[in-house]
Nanobody, 128 residues
Framework: QVRLVESGGASVQPGGSLRLSCVAS????????MGWFRQAPGSDEREVVASINPRGDVSFLADTVKGRFTVSRDNTKNTVYLSLTALTPADTGMYYC????????????????????WGQGTQVTVSS
């Protein structure tokens, strides 16, 4: 059974930084595309903010986070990371890790529905 466990969420002030981690089990991690999406409070929208290929040498970031967030992975630790910097209140939300064995890059890396496996999320709150 695939399991994705996120951690690292916290409450921070505007301008702050965080690093989110997602540990995967029950799958061949080095064969999976990994991504992150977020959901703002009270919103049904799932905004995919990052996606990375199995080797970790190709990644995509949403325009809303480009230049501030970085996605990376360590296949020896079955872990994908999302580094968040220059945080603003608009970044507040639940951040979810997701995984896909079939490449989402051709069909839409920014669609959460292209990633069959999701974690339970970790909360990020940006407030002064």
């Amino acid at each position: 059974q695939v399991r994705l466990v996120e951690s690292g969420g916290a409450s921070v002030q505007p301008g702050g930084s965080l690093r989110l981690s997602c540990v995967a089990s029950g799958l061949i991690f080095r064969s999976h595309y990994m991504g992150w999406f977020r959901q703002a409070p009270g919103s049904d929208e799932r905004e995919v903010v990052a996606s990375i290929n199995p080797r970790g040498d190709v990644s995509f970031l949403a325009d809303t986070v480009k230049g501030r967030f970085t996605v990376s992975r360590d296949n020896t630790k079955n872990t994908v990371y999302l580094s968040l910097t220059a945080l603003t209140p608009a970044d507040t939300g639940m951040y979810y890790c997701m995984a896909a064995e079939t490449s989402p890059f051709a069909v839409g890396w920014a669609r959460a529905s292209n990633y069959p496996h999701w974690g339970q999320g970790t909360q990020v709150t940006v407030s002064s």
